[in-house]
């Protein structure tokens, strides 16, 4: 089934609220995604030398980052509609950041193009996105366990825009420890 597809609109309008409806989705998604870049950064940043192979509390930061990737290449697949999963080993901690952050900006420009998304936007939240964000709060926990914690903020006034899902994050607002 194809979602959000770019049609003409039918008479009587109906057409074009589906349209408007399907933009507002795609938008707050890459609201959502916006948010996984920004909060991803705070949770990394400034994180120190070896931080990628803590290996205390389960799966390294490194695997972990990983996964992230993955999850994002996976939600590309999915809007695209050619769905698949893979599993890749980590690589060194700058090359996952990038992949991380490539996969990130790859599945935004995705759902920024006029072209159809062939599954539902609510299925790639509650599955890729905010899978993403569960790890994010792992990367920020694994810091605080690692003995370097990330500062905390006041996020819901952090300048975060669709569109911004690059590791280039505005400063924080307001921060506390």
């Known amino acids: 089934m194809v979602i959000g597809t770019w049609n003409t609109p039918s008479p009587g309008g109906r057409g074009m609220d589906r349209i408007a409806a399907m933009n507002g989705k795609r938008e707050l998604l890459r609201h959502a995604v916006a948010t996984v870049a920004y909060r991803?950064?705070?949770?990394?940043?400034?994180?120190?030398?070896g931080f990628s192979g803590f290996a205390d509390c389960g799966r390294t930061p490194a695997k972990i980052l990983a996964h992230m990737g993955?999850?994002?290449?996976?939600?590309?697949?999915?809007?695209?509609?050619?769905?698949?999963w893979r599993n890749s080993d980590p690589m060194p901690w700058a090359e996952e950041v990038q992949r991380f952050f490539t996969e990130l900006e790859a599945f935004d420009r995705q759902l920024d193009l006029p072209e159809p998304v062939y599954v539902s936007v609510e299925r790639l939240f509650q599955g890729p996105i905010a899978d993403a964000l569960t790890h994010v709060g792992q990367l920020a926990m694994l810091r605080r366990l690692a003995g370097s914690p990330a500062w905390s903020e006041n996020y819901s006034v952090a300048k975060i825009t669709a569109g911004g899902a690059g590791a280039d994050q505005p400063a924080a607002v307001k921060r506390f420890r």
Do not use: T
């Open 40 to 49: 991803a950064v705070r949770a990394i940043e400034g994180a120190p030398e």
């Open 70 to 84: 993955d999850l994002f290449d996976w939600a590309l697949s999915m809007a695209k509609g050619e769905e698949r």
